[in-house]
């Protein structure tokens, strides 16, 4: 294996990371959703909606879901600043189908 394709497995890695946990608090902040909403029967039914609850809840999960998924399709902005020097995916592909041919 070559040193890129160690550092994008390791970046690959670090979005299974960011996956696990978004997952783990994901019922954490399912409840806090629920809790920011505000309910007709109950002892807080003269409260209105919370709407820092709803967007911390938002917060806890999303960041990581979106970090997780980056990193997982192998973060392409990260690969490009370890190696600026290695061929685009769309240099490879137009090798593979004979770009060159048209010249």
């Excluded at 806090?32 to 029967?41: G, I, K, N, R, T």
């Excluded at 980056?70 to 392409?76: F, S």
């Amino acid at each position: 294996m070559k040193t890129k394709d160690i550092f994008s497995l390791a970046v690959r890695l670090l979005g299974l990371v960011f996956l696990y946990h978004a997952l783990r608090v994901f019922p954490t902040a399912a409840a806090e959703c629920l809790q920011a909403f505000p309910h007709e029967l109950g002892p807080n039914a003269h409260e209105p909606m919370n709407v820092g609850r709803l967007l911390s809840a938002l917060f806890m999960v999303g960041w990581p879901l979106f970090l997780a998924q980056w990193l997982v399709r192998g973060a392409p902005l990260i690969m490009r600043i370890a190696y600026p020097d290695a061929p685009t995916r769309e240099q490879v592909i137009g090798a593979a189908i004979g770009d060159k041919a048209d010249a």
